[in-house]
């Protein structure tokens, strides 16, 4: 059977030369980096190493960067840190509505400590106003932490803007730009963060690691409490053949990014526009632009059928795709996305996502064209939600009687 993987925002197969670069950190350069022997002074050169390979994808200093074990520990380590340094000037936090669960969470987290959050609402495209950012700021905020791009729809925040807002009104921020890495440009001084958070095992290098950018003279107060690594920003032993596997996949995202972009974009615009001109009753989730999107995501309700079974028949043809809804104590919940977008309960529970990586071709797109439209009928003809079309009934001119038309 054929495997086609197209779910590439969950997570992305390590590169080949990313494994290459990692294998002797597992054998003959194991030491520990904070060692101060000859096996210690082995890695700590590897790390400073991919520490600078980071810095350059982001523009900034190798200063700028720690590393974290994921995005999820590198967005609490953002907040919380933030949240804990800046305690005494205010207790106020804006986000927005469709942040990752790693965001929400935490934001959550902090209401019951005390903070106030706002949660900017996004319009039916999942687009922020931004005069509704600048109408929350007050005298109290302390960080505005807003997504570079939205990992179901691919939409990307207004960035700069935001950074300049929150300049001007002298507030921190930070963006969670997991989904963004590797697949459009990012530059921290562009952009005018302060806190910037990246995951390894989207952008090809394995799971388990993640860096943060901190920029220069941001107080943040510590998250993980131990050891004195990260000069003193981050306790733990370092994952040395995680950071080196990381320091390359963001080398290899700076060295090939304009090229990827752009083939990944064909690809996905050719199985939109064939979805959309092929199958009735679709609805695209996310910008209708697509240059307001990540080139790589794709996510579309099939009106009248539940994403996950459309997920199963995919699985069944070798197609893996991914569905907004999570399965949580066997209900299952719309994407909070979806919902903060006013998208429709059944049109939110049909919802599909795919997301390419530059390993995909153009072959498969054929293929799930070919495959999807009489997977999406044979599921409509199940549902119960679909009102199928009735036969124009046949006037039989000899009989004078109505037969249905076969
Ligand atoms: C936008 C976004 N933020 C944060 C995360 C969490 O990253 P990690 O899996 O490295 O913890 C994800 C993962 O899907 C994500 O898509």
Redesign the pocket.
């Known amino acids: 059977m054929k495997q086609i993987y197209l779910d590439n ?2 997570t992305t197969t390590v590169k080949p030369e990313v494994l290459e670069a990692m294998l002797p950190y597992f054998r003959e350069q194991f030491g520990n980096p904070s060692s101060v022997h000859w096996a210690g002074r082995m890695v700590s050169g590897a790390i400073e190493k991919a520490r600078e390979q980071v810095a350059q994808l982001l523009n900034c200093s190798s200063a700028e960067v720690v590393f974290v074990s ?4 590198g ?1 609490n380590f953002a907040i919380k840190g933030t949240a804990e340094a800046l305690r005494h000037k205010g207790n106020h936090i804006i986000t927005t509505t469709v942040e ?1 669960p ?2 929400l969470e935490t934001c959550e987290y902090l209401e019951k400590n005390g903070f106030e959050v706002t949660y900017l609402p996004v319009d039916k495209d999942g687009m922020l106003d931004l005069a509704d950012l600048e109408a929350a700021i007050s005298d109290q905020t302390i960080l505005i932490s807003v ?1 570079w ?3 179901e729809t691919g939409n990307l925040f207004p960035i700069n803007e935001i950074g300049e807002i929150a300049r001007r009104h002298k507030v921190r921020f930070h963006t ?1 730009a ?2 963004a890495i590797g697949k459009v440009p990012v530059d921290v001084q562009a952009a005018k963060v302060d806190l910037l ?1 990246l ?1 390894g ?2 952008i090809g290098a394995p ?1 388990g690691v ?1 860096a943060l950018y901190l920029r220069r003279g941001t107080r943040m107060t510590r998250f993980m409490h131990g050891g004195h690594q990260e000069r003193n920003r981050r306790a733990g032993t370092h994952n040395v053949p995680g950071i080196v596997g990381l320091g390359v996949a963001c080398e290899l995202a700076r060295l090939n990014q304009e090229k990827d972009y752009a083939y990944v974009r064909r690809l996905r615009d050719k199985l939109e526009q064939g979805i959309l001109s092929t199958v009735p009753d679709v609805k695209l989730n996310g910008h209708p632009n697509p240059d307001l999107r990540l080139p790589n995501t794709l996510n579309v309700s099939f009106n009248f059928i539940e994403g996950e079974s459309l997920l199963l028949f995919f699985d069944m043809k070798g197609i893996a795709a991914s569905s907004g809804s999570a399965c949580t104590s066997g209900s299952l919940e719309p994407s909070h996305v979806m919902k903060a977008m006013g998208v429709d309960i059944v049109l939110a529970h049909s919802s599909v996502r795919f997301s390419f990586s530059a390993d995909n071709t153009e072959e498969e797109v054929d293929y799930i064209l070919a495959e999807l439209p009489p997977i999406v009928q044979r599921l409509r003809e199940m549902s119960p939600l679909y009102q199928r079309e009735e036969p124009t009934p046949l006037h039989c001119d000899e009989c004078r009687m109505v037969h249905k038309a076969s």
């Open positions: 925002n969950a994921c995005g999820s520990e967005d990752h790693a965001v997504m791009a939205n990992n969670d997991v989904q958070v995951s095992h989207k799971k993640g």
